[in-house]
């Protein structure tokens, strides 16, 4: 099993979930990754992705586990030979068994384009939004799981997988309360975690801790 | 359009950077290639590709792609003050020095008015100075460019391949050395294929244009991924262009002769490649009667062994009932069939010309007897010469194929889906003369047909609006009038004419009333002495051997397939028929 680190910049941040996974199948053909396939009438190919990314939200630490023979040298090499430059690959890693990223992620951290001390957290933020033609108000509680800056900028840590919190619903929020001009496209997520013994582990350092091999940065 | 896309729903549409997608930082000239239908629809044309690649494989030239943007998005554009940009290089659509549209049928006309108006451009040739680009049209829709000549420079009648490209390249000389946009349209009526309206005197006669070695005729081996889901996603191979059927109302099967085959080695070898540039997890084989392909076998030799090592459907559209052989069936892992009889009874099939026998029918057990569940049957409704006992023959096949169904497989209930449009009079085929069946007679044909299906367990029935099938003939047989119409009815709201829950009937004919014009008197019966709006189109085939084929059909009397002998239509002046006889 080979996971990989991609990126989601540009235009790529505007492509939706469901077509991203049909990407992927492209992908993994024109980059002649061998895969396992599933079997079944319509076999698919056997690849394992991380919680989606909203529509708009750029992204520079996505992750998909590949069920593939090959090195993650050679995966990382065929698949950057696949993607536009927007969706290139910086690390790969790899592991004996599947990670499972989709059912253990759970949190996410996103750097949003206001300034770190914008807003006053202690407050509580208030989500106001529209959820299959009915509006949602609701508190984001403790689902902001930190808060933080990155040059200058907010970085907030958000809950993600089975309890989740949409970071353009949270972007939305805080653009009312600020009264600011800024797009949901400025929006970036820059890393993604597991729950371990020790707290909250990147991804990276979560697979590193299972003896995962790594290349790239 | 970069910075509404957060606002815009399904944004993808609207990004570019697709993967094939070409950027030219500083070409010779930029063509435009408008779609007037949405990012879905325009991306799975095959002409669109055909003609994007082959512009940009000139290394001096640049060709860009725009397509109809949806409503939400076209009052994004219009509230930000806007205009309406290309994907690539988002540059506004008035900078292009050439404008293509892509006109694939009726229904389409009031999209270019929609693109123009969000481009900021005048609908009328007449009203665009030197300052605007060269407006130019083509695909099927030109075989009567009548009712939108006026929105245009010039309509490229017949195929784009290599007309495209010399009218780029006319406008790149023009403004390289100060040609007035007069001087530039004179010299590229003198094209094959290219109509000025403009330049040429009315009934000066415009050659189709037809690319005569379709063998190495350009094509997109690596073509454009669509960013979001296109209609079809998948790997589309060319087999043929024109068709041997003769079937009398089809537009296609005359507008594209003269019949021209690709070796099905050159069709394999472009499958592959495709697939290695694209990553297509289909194989999709594009021609008006794919199973009448001379190269079938070879060709589903060359590829099964590919198509098995890289998981890669193959999928065979269009067989017409004749050829359909349960061994090719077998090769695609399809769970539904799909025939197109046209017509109930075989007096009917004759009449059209539609050379499918109710043995052949019964061919379908075949399909049966290999697996195969589900049927999906094409017929049209208000056929020349057509009584209820047609119709009713419809039905008769349905109940046929449940009895074969329960033969071959011992078991109750294939499923059987009929699909019935209107019948529409096209220029240029042997029923360009013919009336449309009238609008309450569409209605009580359709509710005829329903009430007989549903005695048969297992149909299910659709068919085509009424009121956009009118329309559809009102436009397909227009003249310079309608050009009036098609802007009233703009003005009105008309748009996406073809999709069905935006399409108001209302806004046409009210166009159709404040321009003083009866929509009856285009779709009614035409006398075959009167001139004809189209006449001035030379696509080949004589207006004589129309009017045979139309007697014959009366008669009752088929006429064979080209492949068993040439029918001296006269399409093979233009090109040589490649079929093995």
């Given at each position: 099993m080979?996971i990989?680190?991609?990126s989601?910049?540009?235009?790529?941040r505007?492509?939706?979930?469901?077509d991203?996974?049909?990407d992927?199948?492209?992908?993994?053909?024109?980059a002649?990754?061998?895969?396992?396939?599933?079997?079944?009438?319509?076999?698919?190919?056997l690849?394992?992705?991380?919680?989606?990314?909203?529509?708009?939200?750029?992204?520079v630490?996505?992750?998909?586990?590949?069920?593939?023979?090959?090195?993650?040298?050679?995966?990382?090499?065929a698949?950057?030979?696949?993607?536009?430059e927007?969706?290139?690959?910086t690390?790969?890693?790899?592991?004996?068994r599947?990670p499972?990223l989709?059912?253990?992620?759970?949190a996410?951290?996103y750097?949003?384009?206001?300034a770190?001390d914008a807003?006053?957290f202690?407050?509580?933020?208030?989500?106001?939004?529209?959820?299959k033609g009915?509006?949602?108000t609701?508190?984001?509680?403790?689902?902001?799981l930190?808060v933080?800056?990155?040059?200058?900028?907010?970085l907030?840590?958000?809950?993600?997988?089975n309890?989740?919190?949409?970071?353009?619903?949270?972007?939305?929020?805080l653009?009312?309360?600020l009264?600011?001009?800024a797009?949901?496209?400025d929006?970036m997520?820059?890393?993604?975690?597991?729950?371990?013994?020790?707290?909250?582990?990147a991804?990276?350092?979560?697979?590193?801790?299972?003896?995962?091999?790594q290349?790239?940065k | 359009?970069l910075?509404?896309?957060?606002?815009?729903?399904?944004?993808?549409?609207?990004?570019?950077?697709?993967w094939?997608a070409?950027?030219?930082?500083h070409?010779?000239?930029?063509?435009?290639?408008c779609?007037?239908?949405?990012?879905?629809i325009?991306m799975?044309n095959?002409?669109?590709q055909?003609?994007y690649?082959?512009?940009?494989?000139?290394?001096?030239?640049?060709c860009?792609?725009?397509?109809?943007?949806?409503?939400?998005m076209a009052?994004l554009?219009r509230?930000a003050?806007l205009?309406?940009?290309?994907?690539?290089?988002?540059?506004?659509l008035?900078?292009?020095?050439?404008l293509?549209?892509?006109?694939?049928?009726?229904l389409?006309?009031?999209g270019?008015?929609?693109?123009?108006?969000l481009?900021?451009i005048?609908f009328r040739?007449?009203?665009?100075?030197e300052e605007?680009?060269?407006?130019?049209a083509?695909?099927p829709c030109a075989?009567?460019?009548e009712?939108?000549?006026d929105?245009f420079?010039?309509v490229?009648?017949?195929?784009?391949?290599g007309?495209d490209v010399a009218v780029l390249?006319?406008?790149?000389?023009?403004?390289?050395?100060?040609?007035?946009?007069?001087?530039i349209?004179?010299?590229?009526?003198r094209?094959?294929?290219?109509?000025?309206?403009?330049?040429?005197?009315?009934?000066?006669?415009?050659?189709?244009?037809?690319?005569?070695?379709f063998e190495?005729?350009?094509?997109?081996?690596?073509?454009v991924v669509?960013?979001?889901?296109?209609?079809?996603?998948?790997?589309?191979?060319e087999?043929?262009r024109?068709?041997?059927?003769?079937?009398r109302?089809?537009?296609a099967?005359?507008?594209?002769?003269?019949?021209?085959?690709?070796?099905p080695e050159?069709?394999?070898e472009?499958a592959?490649?495709?697939?290695?540039?694209?990553?297509?997890?289909?194989i999709?084989m594009?021609?008006l009667?794919t199973?009448?392909y001379?190269g079938?076998?070879?060709?589903?030799?060359g590829l099964?062994?590919?198509?098995?090592?890289?998981?890669?459907?193959?999928?065979l559209p269009s067989l017409?009932l004749?050829?359909f052989s349960?061994d090719?069936?077998q090769?695609?892992?399809?769970?539904s069939?799909?025939?197109?009889?046209?017509?109930?009874?075989?007096?009917l099939r004759n009449?059209i010309n539609?050379?499918?026998?109710?043995?052949?029918?019964d061919n379908i057990a075949?399909?049966?007897?290999?697996g195969?569940?589900?049927v999906k049957?094409?017929?049209m409704l208000?056929?020349p010469?057509e009584?209820?006992?047609?119709?009713?023959?419809?039905?008769?096949i349905?109940a046929?194929?449940?009895e074969?169904?329960?033969?071959t497989?011992?078991?109750?209930?294939p499923n059987i889906?009929?699909s019935?449009?209107?019948?529409?009079p096209?220029p240029?085929t042997p029923?360009q003369?013919?009336a449309?069946?009238?609008?309450?007679?569409?209605l009580?044909?359709?509710?005829?047909?329903?009430?007989?299906?549903?005695?048969?367990?297992?149909v299910?029935?659709s068919?085509?609006?009424?009121?956009?099938s009118v329309?559809e003939a009102a436009?397909?047989?227009?003249d310079?009038r309608?050009?009036?119409?098609?802007e009233?009815?703009?003005?009105?709201?008309?748009k996406?004419?073809?999709?069905?829950?935006?399409?108001?009937w209302?806004?046409?004919?009210?166009?159709?009333a404040d321009?003083?014009?009866?929509?009856?008197?285009?779709?009614?019966?035409?006398d075959?002495?009167?001139?004809l709006p189209?006449?001035?189109?030379?696509t080949?085939v004589?207006?004589r051997?129309l009017?045979?084929?139309?007697?014959l059909?009366?008669?009752?009397?088929t006429?064979r397939?080209?492949?068993?002998?040439?029918?001296g239509?006269?399409?093979?002046?233009l090109g040589?028929?490649?079929?093995?006889?």
């Open positions: 080979v990989l680190r991609y989601r910049l540009g235009t790529r505007f492509v939706s979930h469901i991203v996974l049909r992927f199948a492209r992908i993994v053909r024109r002649d990754i061998p895969v396992a396939y599933s079997g079944g009438f319509n076999p698919h190919a690849l394992f992705f991380a919680p989606p990314t909203p529509v708009g939200i750029g992204s630490a996505e992750y998909v586990a590949i069920d593939t023979p090959l090195s993650p040298e050679e995966v990382m090499a698949f950057n030979s696949a993607v536009t927007e969706m290139r690959a690390e790969a890693f790899s592991t004996a599947n499972n989709a059912g253990r992620i759970c996410a951290e750097v949003f384009p206001f770190a807003y006053d202690s407050r509580g933020l208030t989500l106001d939004y529209m959820k009915e509006r949602v609701e508190s984001a509680g403790d689902r902001i930190s933080g800056e990155r040059e200058g900028r907010l907030l840590t958000l809950a993600c997988g309890v989740t919190l949409r970071a353009d619903r949270v972007f939305d929020a653009k009312r309360e009264v600011a001009a797009d949901v496209s929006v997520k820059t890393e993604q975690f597991i729950r371990a013994d020790v707290g909250l582990l991804v990276k350092a979560a697979l590193a801790a299972e003896n995962a091999a290349v790239g | 359009m910075p509404l896309l957060s606002r815009a729903e399904k944004p993808s549409r609207y990004t570019g950077g697709e094939n070409v950027v030219k930082e070409p010779r000239a930029r063509f435009c290639l779609f007037p239908d949405l990012y879905e325009g799975s095959l002409g669109m055909i003609l690649s082959e512009i940009n494989s000139h290394e001096d030239l640049a860009e792609r725009c397509y109809a943007p949806a409503e939400d009052a554009l509230e003050a205009p309406l940009t290309s994907l690539e290089s988002a540059i506004p008035k900078d292009f020095d050439v293509g549209f892509s006109v694939q049928f009726e389409l006309y009031t270019i008015l929609y693109m123009l108006d481009a900021g005048p040739a007449a009203d665009r100075g605007w680009p060269i407006l130019l083509g695909g075989v009567n460019p009712p939108y000549a929105f420079d010039c490229v009648i017949g195929e784009g391949e007309v390249e006319l406008a790149a000389e023009g403004r390289e050395k100060g040609w007035s946009k007069r001087e349209l004179a010299r590229a009526s094209l094959t294929g290219v109509y000025v309206p403009s330049v040429h005197k009315e009934g000066e006669k415009v050659v189709k244009a037809v690319f005569r070695d190495h005729a350009p094509y997109p081996v690596r073509p669509a960013n979001t889901e296109a209609v079809h996603d998948r790997a589309v191979i087999l043929y024109g068709c041997a059927s003769g079937c109302f089809c537009q099967g005359y507008y594209y002769r003269p019949i021209r085959e690709r070796s050159k069709c394999a472009q592959k490649e495709i697939v290695r540039n694209t990553g297509h997890g289909e999709a594009c021609s009667s199973g009448d001379t079938l076998h070879a060709l589903m030799d099964r062994g590919f198509v098995h090592e890289n998981k890669v459907n193959l999928s017409r004749s050829s349960g090719i069936a090769e695609s892992r399809r769970s069939l799909t025939f197109a009889p046209e017509a109930g009874t075989q007096r009449v539609k050379n499918v026998t109710d043995e052949e029918i075949r399909a049966f007897e290999v195969y569940d589900s049957l094409y017929f208000g056929l010469t009584t209820d006992e047609d119709i009713a023959g419809i039905a008769a349905c046929r194929l449940r074969l169904y329960y033969k497989r011992g078991k109750r209930g889906s009929v019935c449009a209107v019948f529409i096209k240029c029923f003369w013919e449309q069946i009238s609008f309450s007679e569409m009580r044909k359709q509710n005829y047909l329903r009430g007989l299906l549903r005695r048969i367990k297992g299910t029935f068919w085509h609006g009424a009121e956009s329309l436009l397909a047989r227009g310079r309608l050009s009036y119409v098609i009233r009815a703009y003005a009105l709201g008309a996406f004419d073809s999709w069905s829950e935006k399409f108001d209302e806004a046409w004919q009210r166009a159709f321009e003083g014009i009866d929509m009856e008197e285009y779709t009614g019966e035409w075959t002495a009167a001139e189209w006449d001035f189109i030379d080949g004589t207006k051997y009017l045979a084929q139309r007697k059909a009366y008669e009752g009397v006429t397939s080209c492949r068993e002998g040439c029918n239509c006269g399409a093979n002046k040589r028929c490649t079929i093995e006889w």
